[in-house]
């Protein structure tokens, strides 16, 4: 399985883990494990070559042991309302969806202003380069950035020690027969937590804009160690302020 793969198999393993938080907490009148404005939904009408990558991406086996792995990068999220909100993640066509939104609106309100903000400095609106509308070979590109992030992030709250990384690998090998991801995905877990390493992996705006997507989607952002890395990884990503806004207003807009 290639990053693209995991990365997919892990944000749609987000839905299975919702609907059991669900099953406790659902609202007076709604039917049991219902969720509205799904990333799954979403995924659902993936097509072009994202939607071929991840079409053999699939199988109960792999997406019950994705389940497990996510839960363990969750750790202490566990018991509470993960990130603070109760997200249906679905899938990496799902997550460039959101991005691709987030972006065009940006755009467009960039073009009615004028201009671009400060580190971003083209205002012309052009079509935005999202992980669901690029060919595969950036799809892998994209997905290693996500990943990086995801997994960046959920050492964010300081809550994975020694043990649970080994336990993660051992969980993430499981996905992957891929023995130089599984290398990368190792070292990933190992080391410390750095916004300014994270960043780096984005190679345009709009990975960038999935990158900080996924870590608002994992972190809690209103515990105070949690939102200070996400302004962090911002600022290190060169997000303008406006593009920002719309990606977190995007993500709680797919939010329970």
């Given at each position: 399985?290639?990053?693209?793969?995991?990365?997919?198999?892990l944000?749609?393993s987000?839905?299975?883990?919702l609907?059991?938080?669900?099953?406790?907490?659902?609202p007076?009148?709604?039917?049991?494990?219902?969720?509205?404005?799904?990333?799954?939904?979403?995924?659902?009408?993936?097509?072009?070559?994202?939607?071929?990558?991840?079409?053999?991406?699939?199988?109960?086996?792999?997406?019950?042991?994705?389940?497990?792995?996510?839960?363990?990068?969750?750790?202490s999220?566990?018991?509470?309302?993960?990130?603070?909100?109760?997200?249906?993640?679905?899938?990496?066509?799902a997550?460039?969806?959101l991005a691709?939104?987030?972006?065009?609106?940006?755009q467009?309100?960039?073009?009615?202003?004028?201009?671009?903000?400060?580190?971003?400095?083209?205002?012309?609106?052009?079509?935005?380069?999202?992980?669901?509308r690029?060919?595969?070979?950036?799809?892998?590109?994209h997905?290693r950035?996500?990943?990086?992030a995801?997994?960046?992030?959920?050492?964010?709250?300081?809550?994975?020690?020694?043990?649970?990384?080994?336990?993660?690998?051992?969980?993430?090998?499981?996905?992957?027969d891929?023995p130089?991801?599984?290398?990368?995905?190792?070292?990933e877990?190992?080391?410390?937590?750095?916004?300014?390493?994270?960043?780096?992996?984005?190679?345009?705006?709009?990975?960038?804009s999935?990158?900080?997507?996924?870590?608002?989607?994992?972190v809690?952002?209103?515990?105070?160690?949690?939102?200070?890395?996400?302004?962090?990884?911002?600022?290190?990503?060169?997000?303008?302020?406006?593009?920002?806004a719309?990606?977190?207003s995007?993500?709680?807009?797919?939010?329970?």
């Open positions: 399985m290639k990053a693209s793969g995991l990365l997919d198999q944000l749609k987000g839905q299975d883990l609907q059991k938080q669900q099953n406790s907490v659902t007076p009148g709604a039917p049991k494990g219902s969720s509205s404005g799904s990333l799954g939904d979403m995924l659902s009408g993936a097509v072009g070559p994202l939607g071929s990558l991840l079409g053999g991406a699939g199988g109960g086996g792999k997406g019950a042991l994705a389940t497990g792995a996510l839960g363990m990068l969750l750790g999220r566990r018991g509470r309302r993960m990130g603070g909100k109760a997200v249906t993640y679905g899938g990496l066509a997550l460039g969806m691709y939104k987030a972006y065009g609106n940006w467009a309100q960039q073009a009615q202003q004028g201009g671009a903000g400060v580190n971003q400095p083209n205002p012309v609106q052009t079509e935005p380069k999202t992980v669901d690029l060919p595969p070979e950036q799809v892998e590109e997905s950035g996500i990943l990086k995801l997994v960046a992030a959920a050492k964010a709250d300081g809550h994975v020690d020694e043990q649970e990384r080994k336990m993660i690998e051992a969980e993430l090998a499981q996905l992957t891929d130089a991801l599984q290398h990368w995905l190792e070292a877990l190992n080391k410390p937590l750095d916004p300014v390493d994270v960043a780096a992996a984005a190679t345009t705006p709009e990975m960038a999935e990158m900080y997507i996924a870590s608002v989607l994992m809690d952002e209103e515990q105070f160690m949690e939102r200070a890395y996400l302004d962090e990884l911002a600022r290190q990503l060169k997000l303008d302020a406006g593009l920002k719309e990606l977190e995007q993500v709680r807009g797919v939010s329970a």
